[in-house]
C-alpha cells in the first residue's frame, strides 16, 4: 500500500540552532501514528513543518510525499494553501485559542465549504461530530470546552483531508470527555479511512490509541515501533523512564518514578545521545557519538547502543496506608477545615454550581475533589479560599474562619498566576512581607523558601519567562508556603506539566506533607493523580458529592454509577487489567 504520507529528513532551523534534526515519519491510509515526547521534544515543530507553519524566523527541510506526491519544506513556492485543509489538516490543543472568539461556529466550519450548500454542509459536519445544528449560532465561549474541541473538528474535517493531525488534542479536558472526543476521532478516522498524527506527552494514552508509537527526545527521533511492542519492551531508556512516570489508577506507589535533569536544547547536544546525562546506562560510547536508529525487532527500532538492557521500570504499590494519612471515622482526628451545607449559583446560570456540599478536611489529611469539567470542584475550593462568596453554608476552618497566613491557593497555569516583571526572589519576599515579615527577614528567607521546594538559591535571580513548567509550579509553591499556610488548596496544579515533571511535583507536595505536616485540598480530573495524591476522595458532579470516602476503596470498587462511568473512560492501557 502507498503510504498516505512520508516524510524523510525532516530538519527544522533557527537563528538559535538545530530544533529537529533529520526525523522521518510514515503514515498509512487509516492508520494511527502517536509522536510522544516531553516538552522540547520537537514533536509539535515537526507537526508545523509539515503543514507549513512553524513560526516566523524558523524553517524546515526535507521531502514530503502525499499519496506519491513529492514537495521539498525548504522550496519558497510549497504549494501549502492546496495542502493544508484539502490533504492535512490540524488540530491544536486548545480549541479556545484555535477557533475566533468573533465569528459564530458556524461560520468558522464553513470557510472551506463551497457557498453552495454551506449552510447544509455545516449541519451535516455538526452532526458527524455530535453536536446539534443550533451550535452553529453560539460563539466559541458559550460552549464547554468539550464541545468547543468538537467545533475545532468540524472545522479541521470541512475540507475533506487525508491525514488530521491532532496536537494533544484532550490535555485541557476532564476524563471522561477526552474519551469522548477520542473515540468520535477514531469512528470519523474509520468512516473517512483518514490517517491520524496523535501528537501526546502521554505514552500510555498513545498506547491505548495508536497503531505505531514514535518517541521523540530533544529534537531527535530516538525510538519507533508498534504500539504494544514499545509500551511492553521498549528498547531507548528514555521510552522506559516516560511510561513508568504516568501514576497508576489501581494502586498507589510509595513515590512516583521520575527521570533526574531536564530536556536538553536540541541544539546544545552536539554529537552525542541527547539522552546520556539522564541515563543510568550510559557508556563512553553514548557522549562520543550520536547513536543511529537501528532495528531491535521486526519494525521496532530503537537509538540506543545497549537496547538489550533496557527494561520497563517496575515500582511496587505501597504496602500499607502513609503515616500522614488520617481517616475522620477512624478515630478523633480534628477537622482542620469544615464546609457545611455550601450553595452557591451564578448569575444566569440554569443549575446550582454547588448544591449543599459538605466537606470534612483533618489536620495532615490530602483529600482529593475529582469530577468532570463544571462539575463544581473549583468553585468549591475558591469558596474555601475566600475567591468566591456562596450563597449559603458555611466554611470554619479549625473552628473558626480562613485566614491568609493558614490557606493559600496553588493555581493550575504557575505562568499566569506569577508576575512575569517579578523576579522569583522578589514574588516570594512579596509574599513573606505580606505575611508580617520585615523587609529584611523576607530578603533573607528566600534561599530557605527555594531550598523547600528543591530549587537553587540563584533561581531568586531568574523570572518566570527563564523557567520550565515545573521550575514555575515549585516556585508558586514556595509562595503559597511563605506565609506559614497549614492548608493547600491546588487546584489542577499538574494538569499543564509532563507526566515525568507531573511526577516530580507530586513528589514534591508528598514530601512537604511530611516535613511541614501539610494539609492538602487537591482538585484534579486526573483519577490517577488523586490515588497517588491523597488520602481520602469527594466525588462530584452537576454540584454534589455523589460519593466519597478512603481513596482506595472508592477508586477500586465505586459505589455510585457516575464514579464507575469516571474509572471506565480511563485509557486501558494505565489501569492494570
Known sequence: MTPLLHARDVRVTSAAGVLVSGAGLTVAPGETVAVVGESGSGKSMTARALTGLLPEGVRATGRLELSGQAYDLAAARTPWQHIRG?????????????????????????????????????????????LPAEVAGRYPFQLSGGMRQRVAIAAALAAGPD??????????????TQHEVLELVAGLQRARHMGLILITHDLRLARARADRIMVMYAGRLVEEGPAAQVM???????????????????????????????????????????????????VEACRT????????????????????????????????????????????????????????????????????????????????????????????????????????????????ATGPRRVQYVFQDPYSALNPGLTVGASLAEALKAAGRPRSEARSDVPGLLDLVGLPAAYARRRPAALSGGERQRVAIARALAPGAEL??????????????QAQVLNLLSDLRRELGLTLLFITHDLAVARQVADRVYVMRRGRVVETGPVGGVLGAPAHEYTQRLLASVPAATRAE
Not at 488540530?91 to 466550519?109: A, M, N
Not at 493547600?488 to 515533571?501: F, I, N, R
Open 232 to 282: 511492553d519492551h521498549p528498547a531507548h531508556p528514555y521510552t522506559a523512564r516516560l511510561a513508568a512516570c504516568d501514576p497508576p489508577v489501581t494502586h498507589r506507589l510509595p513515590a512516583l518514578p521520575t527521570i533526574p535533569g531536564a530536556v536538553p536544547r536540541p541544539y546544545e547536544v552536539g554529537g552525542a545521545c541527547a539522552f546520556a546525562d539522564r541515563c543510568e546506562l550510559a
Open 163 to 176: 491525514l488530521l493531525i491532532a496536537d494533544e488534542p484532550t490535555t485541557a479536558l476532564d476524563v471522561t
Open 86 to 130: 484539502s490533504r492535512i489538516a490540524l488540530l491544536l490543543q486548545d480549541p479556545f485559542t484555535s477557533l475566533s472568539p468573533v465569528h459564530r461556529c458556524g461560520e468558522q466550519i464553513g470557510w472551506a465549504l463551497p457557498r453552495a450548500g454551506r449552510a447544509a454542509g455545516i449541519a451535516r459536519l455538526l452532526d458527524e461530530v455530535g
Open 289 to 400: 557519538a550520536e547513536p543511529a536508529l537501528a532495528e531491535v525487532a521486526r519494525g521496532h527500532r530503537a537509538a540506543c547502543v545497549r537496547p538489550s538492557d533496557v527494561r520497563p521500570v517496575a515500582v511496587p504499590p505501597l504496602a500499607v496506608p502513609p503515616a500522614a494519612a488520617v481517616a475522620p471515622e477512624a478515630g478523633p482526628a480534628p477537622a482542620l477545615l469544615t464546609v457545611r451545607g455550601l450553595t452557591k449559583r451564578f448569575p444566569g446560570a440554569s443549575a446550582q454550581a454547588l448544591d449543599a456540599v459538605d466537606l470534612r478536611i483533618a489536620a495532615g489529611e490530602a483529600v482529593a475533589v475529582v469530577g468532570e469539567s463544571g462539575s463544581g470542584k473549583t468553585t468549591l475550593a475558591r469558596c474555601v479560599v475566600g475567591l468566591e462568596r456562596p450563597d449559603g453554608g458555611s466554611v470554619e476552618f479549625g473552628g473558626g
Open 488 to 501: 493547600l488548596v491546588c487546584d489542577e496544579p499538574v494538569s499543564a506539566l509532563d507526566v515525568s515533571v
